[in-house]
Every structure is written in structure tokens, then in C-alpha cells.
């Protein structure tokens, strides 16, 4: 058959194939369309929302006040459990401030800055979503002033919660003659160069603050050597200081010619207990106490941005001090400073060292009457041209270790800086091992003789020693003097001026 009668005929074929198939295909989806319900089609309408958000009432608060935050009378109408979420809409331009648990019904919130602050709550569930703000008004309280004694028993207590604005403002220098309390968190400031003195016979302050409020006592304005300082003539066993900050002082001397944060007297025994505290900031020292002061309890403290040491106190209060206290926080001089001649008659004393590894400064010749023993990496030195004397009803026992050595040396760290070590006692537990000792001998310290070490009817055992850089002879023994055997090969001796042993006949 022709290719073209046969490709008609298929053609006529497939027409018609064609057109009865797409027939069916449409009187089947004209019956399917038809048989649908009108349910099926319609899509079901979106629920309107019934959900309210309430944020509660405006409120004025004070600055660093812990502001409650209440979203609890927000509702849905349909009963459905709320989600909640708070965020700051707007606050003062230099605050910091956040929303703790911005994510429950009740919230907190402090204000830092004075100012006007603006919050959002927005909750929400499956049937909706609302928001409502509420307002804060941040103002300060103005301190109360105190212009007088205290001549009765008295309280103050927190007034404003920011620690960086003043509860109360000493206007003028005032005493204490009775019982003086103050409360965790209390700010007090002082005017230009006043002073609060805790009187003997009656007076006594009790200031027990918190990790988290602390007792602050501050310059009106805070600047270094603002206010004078505290003075404590007291000396009732109740007297405490914990938690408490003390800055700014040292505008004049406090006593005797000293300018100091806090002052201890020593005619009248005065004493506290001191835990927790910080000194810092102050022109002159941290913390003085006088020979006769007593410091009943010390533990934790830190000394920092002191113009002169963080503390100077008398040799007997020196065994008080705990290894955690801090002295070394960028003060004039980073030493624990012992003013005061005599380490008196009494019982064993140990004198420990510190995490922070202060020395300990001897600021004038200093006599050990009892028994002294310093602790493995104790260093003591001394200022120019001081001696330290063990005399013949004290002695002492220096042992340190391989790697914590006891050391004696000169303040100035230099060669023949200071006098050196003198030994009256002839006290058979009289030892010094596993030490450094040097920059002695910057003058005779017995018989016309320059020594790191002098022996003068002593008796001393010195083993594993180096004995350096003096000014004259290592060690100096005089005649009736009892030093080991072999001290001279046991020991090294470096760089002194004159020979390491001399053992006068």
C-alpha cells in the first residue's frame, strides 16, 4: 500500500482514538466535580485573636532599686496557657541595664541611670499575639546629712540601693561615743576633710556588710586625699568592719603626722576585727596601727592605689595577717610596713608569707625579744641602713625549702643597702637554712665590722645559705660566739666586700 493511503488511514485512526478518549476523560471530571460536597472546598475561617497582653501600672523607682516587673494580668480569653517574652523598648543612653527571667509572667529589672525607661511585653499562644508597655521613672534619693555625734544608740540603715550614690553624708567631722550600727549596703560620704572618730568609754561601731552589699565609706567627691579617715579609740571586743570598703581618705593626717584610711591607737588598746575589706584609693596608708592597738581578727583583705603602703602596723600585731590578704594592688609600696622597735618578750610568733608574695619592710631598727619563727618564702627586708637584732631573750628559727627560701635583704635590692643581721642571742634554737641573705654591711654593725651577718655572744647555725653582696664581710663572729663548723663550706657566699668568714680570737 501507497505510504500516503496508509498514513491517512492512521491518521483517521488516531482522530477518532482521540476524541473518544477525551470525551470520557471529561464526563468522568464533569461526575467527579459534580459529586463533591460544598465543605470540601471552603477553607475553614482564621480564629480572631483573644489574646491581651498587660504590662501593669507606670511606676517611679530609684536608681539600682530591683524593680518587679508584673505581666500576670494578661489574659486569653479562651483560657489557653501564655508565653511571655520582655525586652526594653528605649532607656537613659548610658545605662547597661537588662530584664532577669524576661521570659516569665514576673520579672525583675534595676534600674542603673536616672532617667526615663520603657518595656514591652508580648504574649502569645496559638490563638493570637498582643503587647503592652509599661513605663519606669528612675530618680536618686538625696542623702541624709549627719552633722552631729553619735551620742545614742543609732542605726543607718539602706537607703538606696545603688552603691554608687550615698545613703548618708558626713557634712561634719563627727564622733562616736555609743553604739553605732550600719546595715549591709550603706553608702556614707564625707565632705571635704572631715573625720569620724569611735570614742574610748561608750563608743563603738559594729559594720557588717555582705559579699553583694557592701558597707562603702567614700569621698563626697572620689578623688584620692577627699576626707581624713576613720579613727578607732575604741577598745570594745564588739568593734568590726566586714565587708566594708574605705576610700578616698588621707586629705590630713589622721595621727601622729600620718595620713591614713583607717587608724588604730595604741594608748588606749584600741582594736577590731577586720574581715573581707577593702582599702583603696587613699592618700597616706591603707590601715595604721599603732604599738598597743590590737587587731582582734584580719582575714581577706586588700590594699590597693594607697599612696603609701596598704598597712603599717607594730611587730605585734604582724602574726595577725592571713596568707590570702592582698598588699600588692598598685600601692606606693607594696609591702607589709612594720614600724615599731621591739618584737616583745612572749610567746613562739610566726610570721607566714603571703599567696601574693609581700614582703615584709622593716621601716627602723627592729629588736626580737621572743621567739621568731619565720615561714619557707617569708622575705623580710629592710630600709637603708636598718638593723635587725635577735637580743639575747629572743630567738630565731628561718628555715626554708628548695624553693621557698626565707630572705633577708635591703629594701633598695642593691649592694651594702641596709646594716644587716645581729645576733645577741645565744638561744640554741637559733637557725638559718635553706635562706638568702644579702645587701647587708652599709654600716659597722659591731666592733668596727661590716657583715651580712654578725654574731656578738651569739649562737647560730646557718647551712644552705647564699650570703651576697655585702658591704663587708659575709659573716662576722666575735670573740665567745658560737657559729657551726662548717658554716663556711656549707654555704655560698658571693660578692661580698671582704672575706666570706671572719672568726675574731
Not at 74 to 82: M, Y
Request: with cysteine; charged share 20%; glycine share 10%.
Amino acid at each position: 500500500m501507497p505510504a500516503a493511503i496508509q498514513f491517512a488511514k492512521n491518521s483517521a485512526w488516531v482522530n477518532t482514538v482521540f476524541t473518544q478518549r477525551a470525551f470520557a476523560i471529561l464526563l468522568s471530571a464533569t461526575f467527579l466535580v459534580t459529586g463533591c460536597k460544598k465543605d470540601d472546598v471552603d477553607p475553614t475561617p482564621t480564629p480572631s485573636n483573644t489574646v491581651t497582653a498587660n504590662a501593669g501600672a507606670d511606676q517611679e523607682v530609684q536608681v539600682g532599686e530591683t524593680v518587679k516587673l508584673d505581666g500576670s494580668a494578661s489574659v486569653d480569653t479562651k483560657g489557653a496557657p501564655l508565653t511571655f517574652q520582655w525586652t526594653i523598648a528605649s532607656k537613659p543612653a548610658k545605662s547597661t541595664a537588662a530584664i532577669t527571667s524576661a521570659t516569665t509572667a514576673k520579672p525583675t529589672f534595676v534600674a542603673d541611670e536616672v532617667g526615663d525607661y520603657e518595656l514591652e511585653l508580648t504574649v502569645s499562644n496559638a490563638n493570637g499575639t498582643s503587647k503592652d508597655k509599661v513605663k519606669l521613672a528612675a530618680s536618686v534619693a538625696q542623702p541624709v546629712a549627719i552633722d552631729k555625734s553619735i551620742t545614742v544608740k543609732t542605726v543607718l540603715t539602706d537607703r538606696i540601693a545603688n552603691p554608687d550614690y550615698p545613703d548618708y553624708i558626713i557634712t561634719k567631722s563627727i564622733t562616736v561615743s555609743h553604739e553605732l550600727t550600719i546595715n549591709p549596703g550603706v553608702v556614707i560620704a564625707f565632705e571635704r576633710d572631715t573625720r569620724m572618730d569611735i570614742n574610748d568609754g561608750g563608743g563603738l561601731i559594729i559594720a557588717k556588710g555582705t559579699p553583694e552589699k557592701k558597707i562603702r565609706f567614700i569621698g563626697a567627691e572620689k578623688t584620692k586625699g577627699y576626707w581624713v579617715g576613720i579613727m578607732i579609740y575604741s577598745g570594745s571586743n564588739a568593734n568590726v568592719f566586714e565587708n566594708i570598703e574605705v576610700m578616698h581618705a588621707g586629705s590630713r593626717a589622721l595621727i601622729s603626722a600620718t595620713k591614713a584610711g583607717m587608724a588604730l591607737f595604741g594608748g588606749g588598746k584600741a582594736q577590731i576585727a577586720l574581715k573581707n575589706s577593702l582599702f583603696s584609693q587613699n592618700d597616706g596608708y591603707g590601715l595604721l596601727v599603732q604599738e598597743g592597738g590590737i587587731l582582734r581578727e584580719f582575714a581577706t583583705n586588700s590594699f590597693t592605689k594607697n599612696t603609701e603602703a596598704g598597712i603599717v602596723l607594730d611587730p605585734a600585731n604582724v602574726d595577725k595577717l592571713d596568707a590570702a590578704s592582698v598588699f600588692t594592688g598598685e600601692n606606693g609600696r607594696n609591702v607589709v610596713e612594720i614600724k615599731g622597735y621591739y618584737l616583745r618578750e612572749g610567746s613562739d610568733i610566726t610570721w607566714g608569707g603571703f599567696k601574693d608574695k609581700t614582703p615584709y619592710r622593716l621601716a627602723g631598727d627592729f629588736a626580737v625579744e621572743a621567739g621568731l619563727t619565720l615561714s619557707p618564702g617569708v622575705t623580710i627586708e629592710a630600709a637603708r641602713d636598718v638593723v635587725m637584732m635577735i637580743n639575747s631573750k629572743g630567738y630565731l628559727i628561718a628555715k626554708g625549702t628548695a624553693t621557698e627560701k626565707v630572705i633577708f635583704t635591703g629594701a633598695d635590692r642593691t649592694s651594702a643597702s641596709w646594716k644587716g643581721l645581729m645576733v645577741y642571742s645565744n638561744n640554741s634554737r637559733n637557725v638559718i637554712e635553706n635562706a638568702e641573705i644579702s645587701n647587708g654591711g652599709s654600716l659597722a654593725i659591731v666592733s668596727g665590722k661590716k657583715a651580712n651577718v654578725a654574731l656578738y655572744g651569739g649562737n647560730l647555725s646557718v647551712k644552705n645559705t647564699t650570703i651576697a653582696n655585702g658591704g663587708g664581710y659575709g659573716i662576722f663572729v666575735s670573740y665567745g660566739s658560737k657559729l657551726n663548723t662548717d658554716a663556711s663550706t656549707v654555704n655560698t657566699f658571693k660578692a661580698n666586700a671582704q672575706d666570706n668568714v671572719l672568726l675574731e680570737k
